[in-house]
């Protein structure tokens, strides 16, 4: 998440995420009785920003095919429109990951959404498994799996289903199959007819399946970071990674500050990439929480993490040729260590593990062909096979849980839809929202130079989400002041960008 911009990422694998706060949820819903809400407030993760809401719950059965079995509860919020004469339609506001909860992702993303609040309830709700609805939380964070060999995730991915097992929650009912009937009992029990919905990265996934089950409640659906119904994540991720960065760094090269700064930092990337697969250093930097002195070995994999992670937004990404610069041309590594630390301290907290493996191991792991996958060509990129690799052996003991028949199959809907993309994103690029559109008879797909995974903090994209749900009219749109869009200047010194 790009919290200098307001904005919203959805992480790649095994994280497809970001920074977040959960809050405490209030009164009780019922499907047969009028929604009971409870004020409460949904804070920025920074502390420095929170915002007014109105929480509730709702009990649904953790099995759908079972009634009366286990229940569990879904934590929701809703930041009630500030019109009186608001719309009837509401905007539910789908997160990422898979693993993020709904109520800690709004207030990185608050501002995009002012607009629109002025006129129409946003809903947000916590996935089954995230949040404060039964999350799937497994003691995990990426910068213990980035030194993880396969019998250590082996061993982790055991412990985290012991630990469900002895709650006990059935992991395999978390599945986006199983998620989209929850949102619409939501729906129902809060008394809305049609509705509008965002998604961004994985909540593209949520979303689109939601739209082809219940096609009749969306009113208009926007797509942030596209995954397209028939992708198995996994494959290409590390190849779509490899071209983000690769276009990153060629910015810096056509920028003249830049160049006259750095040289060619893709040069320095691929030297220095190679320095670290033969010798990690050691070092130690400041814990970027504590302030306190934090021994790292720094090595190949902590390179990968840093590069991926910081490629989500543009504001990241106009460290990284600095970063580089000062730890293949100095040998100053504190740099890129504290982006590392920060990365990952960041992440422990906001992606729920459990949740993350049930939709992975049943949605992608099982339709991905090994005998398409180019081995060496995901050697040649920065983050290699492991990433595919740790996929294949946590799925190699996690259940496997329902996915509709028709999930995989191309949407086909008449429904107004605006997809949005970056350039550069390393997750989801530009060509998932276009195989996207395939079957979206009324869709406009805007995608932005320069920028990565999510278009929140992207100038004016908050009014143009408004008037796209205000008129559900993707032709009607106009997108004119994206003309003056540009990505982040990149950081020539540790004070800035060059003047």
Not at 126 to 132: C, E, H, L, M
Not at 142 to 159: G, I
Not at 396 to 421: C, I, K, N, T
Not at 456 to 467: E, F, K, N, Q, S
Request: hydrophobic share 45%.
């Amino acid at each position: 998440m790009r919290i200098a911009r307001l904005t919203c990422r959805a992480a790649a694998w095994p994280l497809l995420i970001l920074v977040l706060l959960a809050v405490t949820a209030g009164g009780a819903l019922h499907a047969d009785a009028p929604p009971v809400y409870t004020p409460c407030r949904l804070e920025h993760p920074s502390g420095l920003a929170a915002f007014a809401a109105e929480c509730t719950t709702l009990r649904v059965p953790e099995d759908p095919a079972q009634p009366g079995g286990r229940t569990i509860e879904l934590a929701i919020a809703r930041v009630p429109a500030i019109s009186r004469r608001k719309a009837l339609d509401p905007v539910f506001l789908i997160a990422g990951g898979p693993g993020q909860g709904g109520r800690a992702m709004y207030p990185t993303v608050a501002a995009a959404f002012a607009r629109i609040g002025r006129e129409r309830d946003l809903v947000l709700v916590d996935q089954r498994g995230t949040g404060g609805s039964a999350a799937l939380d497994c003691a995990l964070d990426d910068e213990a799996l980035t030194e993880a060999d396969d019998a250590v995730l082996l061993a982790l991915t055991r412990r985290c289903l012991e630990t469900f097992g002895q709650r006990p929650q059935d992991v395999r009912q978390y599945t986006t199959s199983v998620a989209v009937q929850d949102l619409e009992r939501v729906r129902v029990a809060l008394g809305y007819g049609t509705i509008n919905l965002y998604g961004v990265s994985y909540g593209t996934r949520v979303a689109q399946h939601y739209l082809r089950r219940h096609p009749t409640a969306v009113r208009s659906l926007i797509l942030d970071g596209v995954v397209p119904p028939g992708l198995a994540l996994g494959p290409a991720m590390a190849l779509d990674a490899e071209a983000a960065l690769t276009r990153i760094l060629a910015r810096c090269t056509a920028d003249a500050a830049c160049r006259k700064a750095f040289g060619d930092p893709a040069a320095q990337y691929r030297a220095l990439r190679a320095a670290l697969e033969q010798q990690p250093v050691d070092l130690t930097v400041a814990d970027p929480s504590t302030g306190e002195p934090r021994a790292l070995r720094f090595g190949a994999r902590h390179l990968g993490a840093v590069l991926r992670l910081s490629s989500y937004g543009d504001a990241q990404a106009s460290l990284l040729p600095m970063a580089l610069h000062e730890a293949q041309s100095k040998r100053n590594f504190t740099p890129l260590a504290g982006l590392f630390l920060m990365s990952t301290d960041g992440l422990r907290d906001s992606i729920a593990y459990g949740m993350h493996n049930s939709v992975v191991c049943s949605e992608d792991l099982p339709f991905v062909d090994d005998r398409k996958v180019d081995r060496t060509a995901l050697a040649g990129t920065y983050l290699g096979t492991e990433m595919l690799d740790s996929l294949r052996a946590i799925c190699s003991l996690w259940p496997r849980g329902p996915v509709d028949a028709d999930f995989r199959e191309r949407l086909v809907s008449d429904v107004p839809v605006l997809l949005l993309s970056g350039s550069d994103d390393p997750v989801t690029p530009p060509a998932g929202a276009i195989a996207a559109m395939a079957g979206l008879k009324r869709a406009r797909h805007l995608v932005i130079a320069g920028e990565g995974h999510s278009q929140l903090g992207v100038t004016c994209m908050d009014r143009i989400l408004a008037d796209f749900v205000r008129d559900a009219d993707p032709a009607k749109l106009d997108t004119t002041c994206l003309a003056r869009a540009r990505p982040a200047p990149f950081f020539t010194s540790p004070s800035g960008p060059a003047p």
